[in-house]
């Protein structure tokens, strides 16, 4: 760090300039407009009129559809949790045990490779090829004798909260194995070979050895785990659109909604608020009591 | 480690990446079948296909002129000299691709204009921003760093609706300015923080010696920083390149007149479209959109995979 001279400075923030104009315009003055747009009444191009907390207090009481979607919204997360924590994790283990570099890199590669279609068409093909009418599931199901169990996964109201979870099934990230991978990768030999001297190998040795050691990256993947699966309804706009009747709606698709079908734009930016508060308190949570191994270091 | 312990672990690991896959291959097998051939199972080796490999079998034992029975979408079958008969499959096979790519074309089109240039704002702006705020200290540096790091509390949800009443107001609506100005705004951000990190690693004699030769903030970004860095660069592109690509939901909004779709919102536009009748269209579409991508895929893994395993991914 130098203290430049003034023309330098000078130099300095015009050089930031652009960046910064950005910042204020396209993040700064929506996050300002989201709190005080949340406080009015009015469609797109209408008169606003100003109605207090009216927005938050008709959501958390009126709105039919907050509760179940808040229960939605934490069912599919938790699962998202589950998964995302436990399966790219074994599989970036599995490969990190390999001893030729050539496999672990050819498996990386394999993992990351479905990365190239993009969300929208994954979603569709689930749609269309997995739980359509004719889709794999009821023929699998009718080839293995079971036609009965045969349904529209998700339009069933029994099955479609279910049937959006499984899909993306087995569930292996690309990138959270690279990450995963690469906090095995951190360790240390010393560590590796002290394990190994005193008799700690396999299972045991990833549950006292790994996993202590890649709690920082385990935290990563959790924190964005919780904040996608709080703020995410892309994937429920395509597949179900929140039905059949609000089975699959979470807060973040309510939202939707309301903003660009019903044109309640102040009542959208109060539940945008809300989701934003239960993040913030989610994130700090998680960051104060979800401790990763350089803070222990750090304090011990 | 014991061979059947190593042969156990290939298994497992095969056996997740072809479940990973598996709708890639529905995705590519249905890009060469009719609709009757779908509805007749979720699962087979085109008939086009077979039907090729027919008529080959037929000219490669000799009978080259023996007639053969073409079956066509509607399932009614005709006789047909071979060489019609291979046309006739030819044009079931390349039906599909061609419809979508007369459809996909312009979003494709628009897709590269807005991924390219949003990519080229970020990594300017990133790039430079965290030169200067890792290495010089002024009034409101640190404010600026702040600024900066701070927008990454605000999840997009909270700023979704506002930004389309923003976009709206500044009259942007259904322009690449609608997408490129917030992605870079929003892009620059990460781009920032991975470059500020990088910069501040590396010894302040590098730069110390660069300013003795007289070299001003344009000469250490371009004689240093940029040779320097290149890996974070292909970092910080491939993801933003990936963010741009896959983001539906912000296009799909502030297109309200469908003139300027990507490849994201187009592909769900045309999933909601007549086309959506006719399954290889569909399929055709989603495999044409993973092209550039898999294009991108094959030259940078390597680079990719290797900034991502630096360690600089964790909380």
């Not at chain 1, 089975?247 to 939202?255: A, C, E, H, I, S």
């Not at chain 2, 006739?88 to 312009?106: D, T």
Request: hydrophobic content about 50%; charged content about 10%; some cysteine.
């Amino acid at each position: 760090m130098i203290r430049p001279s003034l023309r330098s400075t000078l130099g300095c923030y015009a050089i930031i300039l652009p960046g910064i104009v950005l910042l204020l315009t396209f993040i700064y003055l929506p996050v300002v407009w989201a709190f005080s747009k949340s406080l009015q009444e009015f469609e797109v191009g209408g008169p606003a009129r100003f109605v207090g907390l009216a927005n938050y207090r008709e959501y958390l009481t009126l709105d039919p559809t907050c509760w179940p979607s808040v229960l939605n919204m934490l069912m599919l997360t938790m699962f998202a949790v589950c998964v995302r924590l436990t399966v790219p994790l074994i599989v970036a283990k599995l490969i990190h045990s390999l001893p030729r570099e050539r496999w672990r890199h050819f498996y990386r590669v394999m993992f990351l490779a479905p990365i190239v279609v993009p969300g929208v068409a994954v979603q569709l093909i689930w749609q269309g090829m997995i739980y359509a009418d004719n889709g794999m599931l009821n023929s699998l199901l009718s080839a293995v004798g079971l036609s009965g169990w045969a349904r529209g996964w998700l339009s069933d109201p029994h099955t479609a909260l279910a049937a959006v979870m499984m899909v993306g099934f087995p569930f292996v990230g690309g990138f959270e194995v690279l990450i995963y991978y690469a906090g095995l990768s951190a360790i240390p030999d010393s560590v590796n070979e002290a394990a190994l001297l005193e008799g700690c190998t396999g299972v045991s040795k990833f549950f006292r050895i790994d996993i202590p050691l890649i709690l920082s990256q385990l935290k990563l993947i959790l924190l964005l785990t919780v904040i996608g699966g709080m703020q995410g309804f892309e994937g429920l706009f395509i597949l179900t659109r929140g039905g059949p009747g609000f089975k699959t709606t979470v807060p973040g698709l309510w939202m939707y909604f309301n903003a660009f079908s019903f044109q309640r734009m102040g009542y959208a930016c109060a539940i945008g608020v809300l989701l934003f508060l239960a993040i913030f308190a989610l994130t700090l949570l998680n960051l104060k009591y979800f401790k990763s191994a350089e803070d222990v270091k750090g304090e011990s | 480690m014991g061979r059947w312990r190593l042969l156990a672990i290939h298994v497992t690991l095969l056996t997740v990446a072809s479940l990973t896959m598996l709708p890639l291959a529905f995705m590519v097998n249905n890009v060469f079948r009719s609709n009757r051939e779908f509805y007749r199972s979720f699962f087979s080796i085109p008939d086009a296909f077979k039907g090729l490999a027919r008529v080959a079998g037929a000219a490669a034992v000799g009978d080259s002129n023996e007639p053969v029975q073409v079956e066509d979408e509607q399932g009614q079958s005709r006789q047909m000299a071979p060489g019609e008969a291979a046309g006739v499959y030819f044009r079931q096979i390349k039906r599909g691709p061609a419809m979508a790519w007369a459809v996909l074309r312009p979003y494709l089109i628009n897709s590269l204009i807005v991924s390219i240039l949003t990519a080229l704002g970020v990594s300017v702006l990133g790039s430079s921003a965290g030169y200067i705020l890792s290495r010089y200290r002024f009034l409101g540096s640190r404010a600026a760093l702040v600024m900066f790091l701070a927008t990454m509390m605000f999840p997009g949800v909270l700023t979704l609706v506002p930004s389309f009443l923003l976009v709206k107001n500044l009259g942007l609506l259904n322009t690449y300015w609608a997408m490129i100005l917030p992605y870079v705004a929003g892009g620059q951000v990460f781009a920032t923080f991975v470059f500020h990190s990088f910069f501040k690693g590396l010894p302040e004699e590098l730069f110390e010696s660069a300013r003795m030769d007289g070299a001003g903030h344009l000469g250490l970004y371009w004689n240093i920083v940029l040779p320097l860095s290149r890996p974070v660069f292909s970092v910080v592109i491939i993801m933003n390149i990936l963010g741009t690509w896959n983001n539906f939901l912000w296009p799909f909004i502030t297109n309200t007149d469908g003139s300027h779709h990507v490849i994201s919102s187009g592909l769900f536009a045309l999933a909601t479209s007549q086309h959506a009748q006719n399954f290889s269209t569909m399929f055709a579409a989603y495999a044409i959109s993973s092209v550039p991508l898999l294009i991108l895929f094959v030259y940078a893994t390597r680079p990719f995979i290797r900034g991502m395993t630096s360690g600089a991914f964790k909380a």
